[in-house]
């Protein structure tokens, strides 16, 4: 966890479009040198969210602070932010230079003054030497540096990134993705990014607030969101999670002990139980399907054991991906293996031993 | 079929349409420069007295004058008024939008007798005299759609978040116009300017039924043709304006096409007036 001032305060926003509640109140507290992602499908009010963080929207009704300072009345161009917008929104008249420089003309800065900051904050972004280059020379993966150019030298206290990545290919993606992070990390400045792509979440972020119909439905670093989903509808937005039924036998002093009708009896401590939960109304659990094991040789040994047959394989290169049919089950379930030397492929059809252990299992309501 | 191998006959087609849309044209420079008085064949000699005809005649030079002035407030009023609509009908939601920017296109088909009758009885009840003015505000009537039409595709290419950016950038509303969006449709003004300032030249219903006694030059052409010895100068003169605005719709189109590629369109994709 970065430093823990408090940068962007949201207090019950809401927003809505004629009978349409875009947001339904969102309350959350954004750090100082925090790279904080809004994660969601689209329609769920995450980009509303960051455009009124902007500026560019005001919120039906709530507050939002930033930097200890409400935000009601005051127009994007007096706000601390900066935003990289989806489409770059690269100015197409000006060359790389003449974009990167455009806010600071604003502040009435010397030429001599701009130049070197122009200077500096390409050279962040790796575009060192480009800024006589005419707008529409650039490439996607140049355009998107030279946004970010744009936003990182007026030095606001947070960016803004509405999906940045999306329009880039998977390969240049996946490199943009560690670059950003590590921009963020050296200068310390506030990022906020939204994003639909859980994976791009989870890599760069410190913290995501995982939305759904104008509503946070977790918030939280992205192993608790991984390992401990709040409801199942974010445990199946991140990831692949497994759902057995389960019932609750007894709930006692040292936890509760749950019959999971494929797997069988098991004890989970007080601490497991996620907060909300109530374990009078647990009847789900999850099990990610890396947490689950095929124990192909006889000399294999896991926790817990059941006995179960393989319907189908995907071969992935480094993965195996299985459907296994667990007993008393009427719908597989996934289970990744990772293909390890002179481990072999299961065939369908064929009876497997699955492994599992206590501490994978995530209650449900 | 081969690509590129039209049909003979629709080769044959082609060339008779494009003798029957430009042969009466190019009549019109062949007796200009015809020595001769009456306008038939054989053509006589060649003579460039008619434009010196032209040259000294002080009706016509004030007919030119009315004219341009006219031609050049109606071109401003225009696309100063068709801007506003572009930028309106690009940037926001209003209830009857589509009604309301098809009537203001209304003119581009009413017929401009209908519109030249309807404004001379409106001025006449209103108790106002006809002049240059009464004109110029029959011209922005009907040039006002086409700066619309023009302007509307300049300001709908118009990436909404660019102005977004600029405002993001610390960028004031006068700013971010003045800066980024004037820049960027200015090729569209210049085009609307133009193509306005050419329609209004050339318009003679309008112009003939509300100028009081400054004539405007259609209307001065159309009082030199009830003189048979003056045809071949009028020759001359359509000669000279054919060429003019053959010369402004050219530039226009060519301003058209450099916007649509500074804004990394395919010019020859999007809608052109030409």
């Known amino acids: ?365 | 079929m081969k690509r590129g191998m039209a049909p003979e006959w629709l080769t044959s087609y082609a060339v008779a349409y494009m003798i029957f849309l430009y042969a009466p044209v190019i009549l019109m420079p062949m007796f200009a420069f015809n020595d001769a008085t009456v306008i038939a064949f054989p053509l006589s000699g060649f003579t460039t007295r008619w434009l010196e005809v032209l040259w000294s005649s002080d009706a016509l030079h004030s007919a030119v004058w009315n004219s341009t002035i006219v031609a050049i407030v109606t071109a401003l009023a225009s696309t100063f008024l068709g801007a506003c609509a572009a930028r309106a009908s690009a940037r926001y939601r209003f209830p009857a939008q589509r009604g309301i920017i098809g009537f203001t296109m209304l003119p581009l088909v009413l017929p401009e007798i209908i519109v030249a009758v309807a404004l001379i009885v409106m001025l006449m009840q209103l108790g106002m005299s006809l002049s240059l003015w009464t004109v110029v505000a029959g011209h922005v009537l009907i040039c006002t759609p086409f700066s619309i039409a023009i302007l509307s595709s300049a300001f709908a290419s118009l990436d909404q978040s660019l102005e977004e950016a600029s405002f993001d950038l610390g960028e004031s509303r006068w700013g971010t116009f003045r800066r980024l969006t004037l820049p960027l449709v200015m090729p569209g003004v210049i085009s609307s300017l133009l193509i306005c300032f050419t329609i209004s030249l050339d318009e003679f219903i309008i112009a003939f039924f509300l100028t009081g006694t400054d004539a405007t030059l259609p209307v001065y052409i159309w009082s030199q043709l009830r003189f048979p010895t003056k045809l071949p100068s009028v020759m001359a003169l359509g000669t000279v304006l054919l060429v003019l605005s053959i010369g402004l719709l050219v530039l226009a189109e060519w301003f058209r096409r450099r916007a649509a590629r500074r804004q990394g369109l395919d010019a020859s994709s999007s809608k052109g007036m030409l």
């Open chain 1, 1 to 365: 966890m970065p430093k823990t001032k408090p940068i962007i305060e949201l207090r019950d926003v809401r927003k809505s479009f004629g009978t349409f509640n875009a947001l339904k109140g969102i309350n959350a507290i954004i750090h100082e040198g925090e790279f904080f992602s809004l994660l969601g499908p689209s329609g769920c009010g995450k980009t509303t969210l960051l455009r009124m963080i902007a500026g560019f929207e005001p919120p039906t009704s709530g507050e939002i602070m930033i930097d200890g300072k409400s935000m009601d009345g005051i127009a994007a161009n007096a706000r601390p932010t900066n935003m990289v917008f989806q489409s770059y929104a690269i100015f197409p008249h000006l060359d790389v230079a003449g974009n990167v420089g455009y806010g600071l003309k604003t502040k009435k800065m010397p030429k001599a003054d701009i130049n070197r900051e122009v200077d500096q904050a390409l050279a962040m972004v790796d575009l060192a030497g480009f800024g006589d280059r005419a707008a529409h020379e650039l490439s996607g993966g140049q355009r998107q540096r030279v946004a970010l150019a744009r936003a990182l030298v007026m030095r606001p206290k947070v960016i803004l990134l509405d999906e940045p990545l999306s329009a880039l290919d998977k390969k240049l993606r996946d490199q943009m993705q560690v670059e950003l992070r590590e921009l963020q990390k050296t200068l310390g400045v506030t990022f906020i990014l939204v994003t639909h792509d859980q994976e791009e979440a989870l890599i760069m972020s410190d913290r995501i607030a995982v939305m759904f119909e104008g509503e946070i439905a977790q918030l939280a670093s992205p192993e608790e969101l991984y390992r401990r989903p709040a409801t199942r509808r974010v445990a199946s937005f991140i990831g692949v999670m497994n759902f057995l039924d389960a019932s609750l036998d007894s709930s006692n002093a040292s936890g509760v002990t749950l019959t999971i009708h494929a797997l069988g009896k098991v004890s989970i401590p007080h601490s497991a139980v996620p907060k909300g939960v109530n374990p009078a109304q647990i009847n789900k659990v999850g099990i990610r399907p890396e947490m689950l094991t095929l124990l192909f040789d006889p000399s294999d040994k896991a926790e817990n054991e059941v006995k179960a047959e393989v319907v189908s394989s995907d071969y992935y290169g480094d993965m195996t991906y299985y459907s296994v049919l667990l007993p008393m089950q009427k719908d597989p379930v996934t289970i990744s293996m990772r293909n390890t030397a002179g481990r072999s492929i299961a065939a369908s059809g064929s009876p497997v031993r699955v492994g599992w252990g206590a501490e994978s299992v995530v209650l449900f309501e």
